[in-house]
């Protein structure tokens, strides 16, 4: 070792040159090992409890914000859903059991002269067509004479927010060639629209759809598509129904 003052050569493990009196500073030895500290397993069991916890709520709060998304953003097919479960049984039992609540009259007074039912659930919101205010969604039941539910049909009116006939098309559709028991999913994939209603029947599911088309002569041609699904949402069949002014 050498003195960094006076350069004079000292022992290695010497902290004071005995030439000058500089204070030497020794070098740590990097390669000895360090003392381990010993485990705290109390604390560590205290932080993966913590840590539990921790996660335990995150869950129920994404849980939380899940179910608030899912009940603003419900359009009604929820509610639809939830009461067609109750087709074939009394109107009474389906609302004791869903805890749902029903109306007999709409708050619109469109809804009352242009729609059939017995009860009914609805936005709160409305939306305007050709001028008219409806809800942004129904929800429509019908009853047998044993005040039973025979029909629970889901209507958007904000499909025909735009156009009272609905989403324009690039030409009629047509599905002919759609094999029977096809998924929805893939039917869908022919239609590409959004549904104006969806009703639903002891063993079937109906699609209606609204949207319009440019003819040959560049008319504007609205046609009404329904398309029916059994239980398990396998295509049945359909039908096409141009709708004239008269009709609307």
Same mark, same amino acid.
């Given at each position: 070792? /050498? !003195?960094?003052?006076?350069?004079? /050569?000292?022992?290695?493990?010497?902290? +004071?040159?005995? !030439? !000058?009196?500089?204070k030497i500073k020794q070098k740590k030895d990097k390669s000895a090992p360090k003392e =381990?500290?010993?485990?705290?397993? #109390?604390?560590?069991? #205290?932080?993966?409890?913590?840590?539990?916890?921790?996660?335990?709520?995150?869950? +129920?709060?994404?849980?939380?914000?899940?179910?608030?998304?899912?009940? $603003?953003?419900?359009?009604?097919?929820?509610?639809?859903?939830?009461?067609?479960?109750?087709?074939?049984?009394?109107?009474?039992?389906?609302?004791?059991?869903?805890?749902?609540? +029903?109306?007999?009259?709409?708050? &619109?007074?469109? +809804?009352?002269?242009?729609?059939? &039912?017995?009860?009914l659930v609805e936005s709160e919101d409305s939306v305007k067509v050709d001028g008219i205010n409806f809800p942004e969604w129904v929800v429509t039941i019908c009853l047998?004479?044993?005040?039973?539910?025979?029909?629970?049909?889901?209507?958007? &009116?904000?499909?025909?927010?735009?156009?009272?006939?609905?989403?324009?098309?690039?030409?009629?559709?047509?599905?002919?060639? /759609?094999? =029977?028991?096809?998924?929805?999913?893939?039917?869908?994939?022919?239609?590409?629209?959004?549904?104006?209603?969806?009703? *639903?029947?002891?063993? &079937?599911?109906?699609?209606?759809? =609204?949207?319009?088309?440019?003819?040959?002569?560049?008319?504007?041609?609205? $046609?009404?598509?329904?398309?029916?699904?059994?239980?398990?949402?396998?295509?049945?069949? *359909?039908?096409?129904?141009? /709708?004239?002014?008269?009709?609307?």
């Amino acid at each position: 070792m /050498v !003195c960094k003052k006076c350069k004079e /050569v000292l022992p290695d493990d010497a902290t +004071v040159c005995t !030439c !000058c009196g500089n204070k030497i500073k020794q070098k740590k030895d990097k390669s000895a090992p360090k003392e =381990k500290k010993p485990i705290d397993k #109390a604390g560590l069991i #205290a932080k993966i409890k913590l840590a539990g916890v921790i996660l335990g709520l995150a869950i +129920v709060i994404i849980a939380i914000i899940t179910l608030v998304v899912a009940l $603003v953003n419900d359009n009604g097919k929820n509610t639809a859903e939830t009461l067609s479960e109750y087709i074939g049984e009394s109107m009474l039992d389906a609302i004791n059991e869903s805890n749902i609540k +029903v109306a007999d009259e709409s708050k &619109f007074s469109a +809804v009352n002269n242009a729609m059939k &039912f017995d009860y009914l659930v609805e936005s709160e919101d409305s939306v305007k067509v050709d001028g008219i205010n409806f809800p942004e969604w129904v929800v429509t039941i019908c009853l047998n004479e044993d005040e039973e539910i025979v029909t629970v049909t889901h209507t958007d &009116f904000t499909v025909c927010e735009k156009n009272h006939k609905g989403k324009k098309a690039d030409a009629e559709i047509n599905l002919d060639n /759609v094999k =029977k028991n096809l998924k929805y999913k893939k039917v869908l994939d022919e239609i590409d629209l959004d549904p104006y209603s969806i009703t *639903y029947e002891n063993a &079937f599911v109906m699609y209606t759809y =609204k949207y319009y088309y440019e003819d040959e002569a560049e008319n504007e041609q609205a $046609v009404r598509l329904t398309v029916t699904y059994n239980n398990d949402m396998e295509y049945q069949y *359909y039908n096409s129904t141009p /709708v004239y002014p008269s009709d609307i």
